[in-house]
């Protein structure tokens, strides 16, 4: 799936404060509408202390975003990870996300 990234703090700002949440076991997703697809990723420190391990999430979850079918919905997305997604295996996660985007990209 092609997207472009949030990258700007006032972007993560303004979805984190006017964006829908929805809680998952292992991750949370905040959506708010916008004119395109664009995602951004976070791990916090309380998630993971070292900064190798948090940047591993990201990579993962990026790998699996590049791996999902393309799609027409136009949101900005901020996916952030909670502490047990550590614990998944690589497989598992691929899964989860897959899952649990198709269900949020589509059913709005």
Do not use: C, W
Request: hydrophobic residues 35%; positive net charge; charged residues 30%.
């Amino acid at each position: 799936m092609k997207y472009n990234k949030l990258k700007k703090a006032e972007e993560f700002d303004l979805v984190f404060s006017k964006g829908r949440k929805l809680h998952t076991p292992y991750l949370t997703f905040i959506t708010l509408k916008s004119q395109q697809l664009e995602i951004g990723i976070v791990t916090s420190k309380k998630v993971a202390k070292s900064a190798v391990v948090r940047n591993k999430i990201k990579r993962q979850v990026k790998s699996t975003l590049q791996s999902m079918p393309e799609t027409t919905s136009k949101y900005k997305l901020v996916i952030s990870s909670k502490p047990d997604f550590i614990n998944m295996d690589f497989a598992a996660k691929k899964e989860f996300v897959i899952k649990s985007l198709s269900k949020i990209l589509e059913t709005k």
